[in-house]
């Protein structure tokens, strides 16, 4: 299987064995800058712990980014890497998914009825490099964890039926839920499915047996899934408090391009379902019902299974229900290798009893054969497909028809030579079959989800070295920038406004959008703003630029401390986002003021307004795409996104100095996507000078000192504070803050910071983060634990009373 995967890397020439990138989409972008941070934090170099994370949207929880992207133990593994080479210890991570994922289910296979061990290779390496694995979880690692998951399950039923590995069976449950709750859901669907097939199709077997095995089975589930409560719990809470997406529309899919994703050399990246799993694999689930050896009920319940877990791929409700009710906006077929799974046990059942026969064979190749028909016409199926899959087929079916012929003719004798033979040609078949087909779907993806992030090269070990030598946290904050990936805070280290989760709070997004920030990914993605004011209200003391050739430099700032202090928390609820900098900065240090506009039969519109010569021009347009400059000066690029407002959102841009004559010109270009004038409070101007008097002060009376440790932070006050101590970290569910000897409680929310009252006595501040569910999950697990170590030592007490 190994073999398969990294064969089509050294033919395409992706990383690691060619210059072209593997980090399509999200890869790049939000999963490979997280196992990042989770080397810093296995190193120790993190600012922050498990529990939270300080480098990230200017300080986040970090536990239930770890439950949805780096809750496998496998993902432990990139701490034995380099971190220069994160890259290359993602893609083994990847390679040794899909290794265990075929070796799980051979040992499922031969778990499942005794059978031709070659075989459950064979099957096993078809469904750890199928359709779903290439063209979904290979480019989303956790994901794999689930495609682990689903044949061990299944292998947790077939304990349950056979009424052993009690243990064992809570354990498999809990360690796949861990590691990624998302698939774990979709493959304990589809093991519910499974565990009702095999109830009704296993032989010689009471029925009262078989309600204890449901029992079992039931009881095994729920006490895995509550032993990971302390994880599952805050991903959960977090996931309601975070940003939403816009629901997706499911629209199923024609028939031929649903079939035609059975069939070699497909491609379909995220518009169906890749339910690939080589030809030989396929051919033998078609024979199933046509095998003579199979029992009638077997054939009955199997045909029934596959088709209806086929039907569920094509139906909204049962879509839905796959991905818990939420639809999703990108590949909208996540539960695919489900089906695949199902597809190689079926394969199983018919070679398990006994191989196929002519009449069989003959059948199964002519559905495979109207399949075909049937997919001719989709536009998914690439060149060659058709040679391909008729030389595949014709080769397996002579394969297994020479083997039934030579067991006729050898009766009574065993002779291994012709087993041999057959595995050594079908192992050909698959291993240059399934190669095939992963180069093209990786081509497909490259050419669908356009340009991937670059692995880890010389420039970034430059940009990761600068942000090294310049920061001092917690005395201030150093800002890596958004150019990278809105991750770039992780992965090249400082502590900015960029962060690309499917868990970024509701809340902070709104925060920083009201700031004048920008975002992408539906508001999960937050950008940096290059912003004087909002460098000082988050403690911003030095921001690397890069020039023209990415080379970084870095330019330092006069910044306030992390904790400053406000006589009085006035309104935070702003006009505009130049208002609401100040608001939170405690001193008006722009002008906003009225302007004029036209809009031309192009488009274009121009904005003219007075502002004090030698101050700085600002312009905020969130949710529109276009450019904008003074009159005559240089270009800024409000967004580049064809659909703004709904996958992003600008940031605020300067446009430059005021000219001496106090006029404001703006030009803005909107494309291809023409708005109207915009609305008051569009234009800020700021005075410098009042700016830098207002840090001073914020200086003279802020914190002294500041310690931040993994998910804590104190600070020591000047005698006789009094007011409110703002502490520049978003304030989102889980602090608890107390002022000197006071009982820790929930702080207030000061224009979406955090805000802790001080009385004039207190010389420190200390707030502390606990992510919501933590506590609730812990005593859940606590007591699942104490029920599966009850059961299991009262099996053993059983056990031991019935041998004497």
């Not at 989770?38 to 993190?46: E, I, S, T």
């Not at 449901?214 to 975070?242: E, K, M, Q, W």
């Not at 690309?500 to 920008?518: E, I, M, R």
């Not at 539906?522 to 290059?530: C, E, H, K, V």
Request: glycine residues 10%; charged residues 15%; hydrophobic residues 45%.
């Amino acid at each position: 299987m190994a073999a398969v995967f990294t064969a089509s890397g050294i033919i395409r020439g992706t990383y690691p064995f060619g210059s072209l990138s593997r980090s399509t989409n999200d890869l790049g972008t939000q999963y490979i800058p997280f196992y990042a941070h989770l080397w810093d934090v296995l190193h120790g170099n993190a600012q922050g712990d498990l529990l939270f994370n300080w480098q990230s949207a200017f300080g986040v929880g970090f536990l239930a980014d770890i439950g949805v992207d780096l809750g496998s133990p496998l993902s432990l593994l990139v701490g034995l890497f380099p971190r220069d080479h994160i890259d290359l210890a993602v893609y083994v991570l990847t390679v040794l998914k899909l290794s265990l994922a075929a070796a799980a289910m051979a040992v499922l296979l031969l778990r499942i009825k005794p059978g031709p061990r070659w075989m459950a290779a064979m099957l096993g390496l078809s469904y750890g490099v199928c359709g779903w694995a290439i063209d979904d979880g290979a480019y989303v690692p956790m994901w794999l964890d689930g495609l682990i998951a689903l044949p061990m399950f299944f292998l947790v039923a077939e304990w349950s039926l056979r009424r052993t590995n009690r243990l064992l069976s809570v354990l498999v449950v809990a360690v796949f839920w861990l590691s990624n709750f998302y698939t774990a859901y979709m493959a304990t669907i589809a093991c519910g499915v499974y565990f009702i097939a095999r109830l009704l199709t296993i032989e010689d077997v009471g029925w009262t047996l078989r309600l204890r095995a449901a029992v079992r089975h039931g009881v095994s589930f729920l006490l895995g899934i509550a032993l990971v409560a302390p994880i599952l719990l805050p991903v959960i809470t977090a996931n309601d408090a975070a940003t939403p997406s816009p629901p997706g529309v499911f629209h199923a899919s024609r028939l031929d391009l649903f079939l035609s994703r059975l069939l070699p050399l497909s491609e379909g990246v995220g518009r169906t379902a890749s339910l690939y799993v080589g030809t030989v694999a396929l051919l033998l689930a078609l024979t199933m019902p046509f095998n003579r050896y199979v029992p009638w009920k077997s054939k009955v319940v199997w045909t029934v299974t596959t088709v209806g877990l086929a039907l569920s791929f094509r139906w909204a409700p049962t879509q839905k229900f796959w991905h818990g009710f939420d639809t999703p906006n990108g590949s909208q077929y996540r539960e695919a290798f489900v089906l695949c799974g199902v597809i190689v046990v079926v394969a199983w059942i018919a070679v398990s009893h006994r191989l196929p026969g002519p009449i069989a064979l003959l059948c199964g190749g002519a559905l495979l054969a109207v399949i075909a028909v049937l997919a001719h016409g989709s536009p998914l199926l690439t060149r060659h497909w058709l040679s391909l899959l008729i030389g595949s087929g014709v080769v397996t079916l002579v394969v297994f028809g020479a083997i039934w012929t030579l067991r006729r003719i050898m009766t009574g004798r065993r002779v291994k030579w012709p087993v041999a033979a057959a595995f050594a040609v079908l192992l050909v078949v698959v291993a240059a079959e399934t190669t095939w087909s992963a180069v093209v779907t990786d081509q497909a993806r490259s050419r669908i989800l356009g340009a991937s992030a670059p692995p880890w090269n010389e420039l970034q070990t430059a940009r990761y070295d600068a942000l090294r030598r310049a920061g001092d946290w917690p005395k201030y904050r150093t800002e890596p920038g958004t150019s990278g990936t809105p991750n770039d805070p992780i992965l090249l280290g400082g502590q900015g406004a960029g962060l690309y989760s499917s868990l970024l709070p509701s809340s902070l997004n709104k925060t920083l959008t009201g700031l004048g920030f920008g975002w992408s990914g539906y508001g999960r993605a937050s950008r940096t703003l290059d912003n004087p004011v909002t460098d000082a209200i988050f403690s911003v003391g030095a921001r690397m630029r890069l020039d023209h050739a990415g080379a970084p430099r870095i330019a330092r700032s006069e910044a306030p401390p992390l904790v400053t202090i406000r006589r009085r928390l006035g309104a935070t609820e702003a006009p505009n986002a130049f208002v609401a900098q100040e608001r939170l900065l405690g001193s008006q240090v722009y002008e906003v003021p009225d302007y004029k506009g036209t809009r031309f039969a192009t488009g274009d519109v121009k904005l003219v307004t007075r502002c004090t010569p030698g101050s700085s021009a600002y312009l905020y347009l969130p949710r529109v795409v276009g450019q904008a400059r003074l009159s005559g000066g240089k270009w800024h690029e409000l967004s580049s996104s064809r659909r703004p407002g709904i996958n992003t959102s600008s940031a605020m841009v300067g446009l430059g100095v005021v000219p001496k004559g106090g006029v404001v010109l703006i030009e803005i270009n909107f494309g291809d996507a023409p708005q109207g004038i915009p609305p008051r409070g569009a234009v800020g101007c700021l005075d410098q000078q009042a700016l830098s008097k207002a840090i001073r002060r914020l200086r003279s009376s802020g914190a002294t000192d500041v310690q931040a440790t993994g998910h804590s932070i104190r600070a020591t006050l000047r005698p006789g504070s009094t007011g409110y101590a703002v502490v520049a970290v978003p304030k989102v569910s889980g602090w608890m803050c107390s002022a000197g000897d006071e009982k820790a409680k929930t702080p207030r929310n000061y224009g979406g910071l955090i805000a802790v009252p001080l009385t004039g006595t207190a010389d420190r501040i200390e707030c502390s983060y606990v992510p919501p569910g933590l506590r609730r999950g812990l005593a859940i697990g606590a007591a699942a634990a104490a029920i599966t170590l009850g059961i299991v030592l009262f099996g053993a007490l059983r056990r031991r009373r019935a041998t004497k």
